[in-house]
């Protein structure tokens, strides 16, 4: 008879979806033989969360805190409503933005200076994300000019960028970014932390930006019912849910809670997408649920790349989709179209 080798993730699927969350989320491995501080091979990690720790073991402690951590309480509060009696076999997680269809609905969100995780930074997170078939928002902070990013990508690209004093040097930036082939531009609304002095933004100054553009422009960081009907009726054809804050500050309306209202607000005029948390599959339908035509992802992608470069940043998207499907299937859904508010249910507490 054949021996197979126990794996962390034969191990743990063999005992079901009690373990689903192992031991090594606080960053110790507890196998026989896994001695403390090793990296775990990339092929036995389970789901994101482990790559959290993984992450924890490459970085010096004050960047890692940069990344650490996440406010999980809305998901944790949201169940499905399955439904085992749909034939699901054709099951399809495209997702159409902007007249492209994305392979899942599951974007890696923009972060600056990933040098700072990885020493081939964006050029690495590009080329994992391009073997996961998954879209990349880059951030105009990137560690990287936009045209080498570009050249290493086999994906699709868009661009972010802040409001700054001087918006005319933002622009620039964008025209730079469209000429090396971003399909959108999107502006973050808050505070640049690099930047110096108010930025003076206002509706004049978006459209500045916005005009001759002739690719989709979004705002990210839309919070309230109220900024979802204005950025539409000024045309605005995107809108990512999203609260840009400091860890530090308390109080934030978080996405997920504030997602079902603004994208009623829109009323299809806009394509939503949401940031936040998004941590496992589930999370992801929750988002798509809710009203979202797309999720953006912001620490599991680093977390990845801090511990595995470009092979983690594939590992960890394509664990995230394998997830979705199986949660897409165990509640009747055969596609994206079919996901509606029904499926979830959320409690108090």
Not at 42 to 51: D, I, K
């Amino acid at each position: 008879m054949s021996k197979v080798a126990l794996t962390r993730r034969r191990a743990l699927v063999a005992c079901g979806s009690l373990f689903a969350v192992s031991p090594s989320l606080q960053g110790q491995p507890k196998l026989v033989g896994e001695a403390l501080g090793r990296m775990t091979p990339l092929g036995e990690l389970v789901n994101t969360l482990e790559f959290e720790a993984m992450a924890q073991r490459k970085l010096d402690p004050a960047t890692f805190a940069e990344i650490a951590g996440s406010d999980r309480k809305i998901f944790d509060r949201m169940t499905f409503m399955p439904n085992m009696m749909v034939n699901t076999s054709k099951l399809d997680l495209t997702a159409k933005l902007f007249g492209e269809s994305s392979y899942t609905p599951i974007l890696i969100g923009p972060t600056a200076q990933q040098k700072r995780y990885h020493p081939e930074g964006e050029l690495a997170m590009v080329r994992g994300a391009s073997a996961a078939k998954t879209f990349v928002v880059v951030s105009s902070r990137s560690s990287f000019p936009i045209e080498q990013i570009a050249a290493e990508s086999k994906t699709t690209l868009w661009y972010q960028v802040f409001p700054e004093p001087d918006m005319a040097a933002v622009r620039t930036r964008v025209e730079r970014a469209v000429k090396a082939g971003c399909k959108a531009v999107c502006l973050t609304l808050g505070a640049d932390p690099q930047a110096e002095g108010p930025t003076g933004l206002d509706w004049t100054a978006i459209d500045a930006l916005r005009k001759g553009i002739n690719v989709p422009f979004l705002l990210k960081g839309i919070t309230s019912p109220e900024e979802a009907k204005t950025a539409v009726g000024k045309g605005i054809q995107g809108i990512v849910v999203s609260s840009y804050a400091p860890h530090s500050v308390v109080g934030i309306t978080q996405p997920m809670q504030a997602l079902p209202a603004i994208a009623d607000a829109a009323g299809g005029k806009a394509t939503i997408l949401v940031d936040g948390s998004f941590r496992r599959g589930s999370d992801v339908l929750k988002g798509i649920a809710l009203g979202a035509q797309a999720v953006l992802l912001g620490r599991p992608p680093l977390w990845a790349l801090a511990g595995y470069g470009a092979e983690g940043v594939q590992t960890m998207l394509e664990l995230l989709q394998s997830e979705m499907a199986r949660n897409l299937a165990q509640c009747g859904r055969a596609n994206l179209a079919a996901v509606d508010r029904t499926m979830v249910r959320i409690h108090r507490r």
